[in-house]
């Protein structure tokens, strides 16, 4: 009989132990299971009274989304136009990353493309704007304040339309919908100080440095903003 030889399973990353204990948090929660019911599905998404037609259609609109829902969150007037145009060039992959710039021969053939916050991966637009294992704690931290559970997105578009889909009161709204630009300017302007200024990579650094500019912007273009800088950072941090 011929010997099955499997790989070596290599060490998980701390993301993917957070991700583990919270993937089993929510299995703990799930309702337990009762010997000697028959299973049987059952379609959640109906409430009382709804077709099963309607809601699954609703569902399939969630899940597949319209494009135009991901621009409304590219251009967001109480943002700095430099927040907001940077926003749309990750949107249009016309980020000059490391990837980016040997595609177009300005830098070597045989420059280092890496990543320069995890020296893991080359540094595409996904990859150092969403999926790097460090810059996913930062928006994992940014996810966590508001309890909302995701699967990273495994495209920009698909990053946007997911925020954009998320339903908060008009107040909340606004907060939440300047996030991902902000977020996306920030990671950037971070990985350029790394890059070019020598600056060792600190996710807590940036993650505070967008919750306060965050603040600083929201009080500078929303009337009825009765809170103080330091009442926002203290609730959220
Ligand atoms: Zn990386």
Redesign the pocket.
Known sequence: MKRMHYGKRRPSHQWEVEEQSRIIDVLRAAPALRVGVKDKSRWLASQTGQSFVTTLYRQCELDFGDCVSASRLVWMKYLPPKVQFFGWLAWKYKVKTSVFLKKIGVLDENASA????????D?SVE??LIS????WKVWAGLLQWWGVLWVVPGSMECLLQWWARNNFSKAERRIWNAIPLLALWSIWNHRNDCLFNNVQPDIGELHEVIIIKLAIWLKATTKDYHYTINDFLYNIM
Do not use: D, I, R, Y
Not at 132 to 135: D, G, H, I, S
């Open positions: 890496l990543c320069v916050f995890c020296k893991l991966e540094e990859h150092v790097c294992p460090l810059v």
